[in-house]
């Protein structure tokens, strides 16, 4: 069973930058679509960015300007580069294939954007 690793969250000010990467434990990202996903503390979990086999992108409006997903099939490795940090992007995030997850959902990177 694919596992997901998320990493690289953590405390930033607003206006500041963080990059979270996730990592597969199988090669399953080449022929998928991949996605990062955010959970706000007492909200929905909701959709920010994903990225097609190709290298297309789409992103929630919310962070288009803001954050780059990218992805390396290689290193079986999604990123999410986020810039521009505002409190409003502070959740716990999350990758999984898109536009639906199929994979079990790992256990998350902490962002916390706060003075």
């Known amino acids: 069973q694919v596992q997901l690793v998320e990493s690289g969250g953590g405390l930033a000010q607003p206006g500041g930058s963080l990059r979270l990467s996730c990592v597969a434990s199988r090669s399953s990202f080449s022929g998928r679509w991949m996605g990062w996903y955010r959970q706000a503390p007492g909200k929905q979990r909701e959709f920010v960015a994903r990225?097609?086999?190709?290298?297309?992108?789409t992103y929630v409006d919310s962070v288009k300007g803001r954050f780059t997903i990218s992805r390396d099939n290689a290193k079986n490795t999604v990123y999410l580069q986020m810039n521009s940090l505002k409190p409003e992007d502070t959740a716990v995030y999350y990758c999984n294939t898109a536009p639906k997850a199929l994979f079990p959902w790992g256990q998350g990177t902490q962002v916390t954007v706060s003075s």
């Open positions: 990225i097609t086999t190709s290298g297309g992108t």
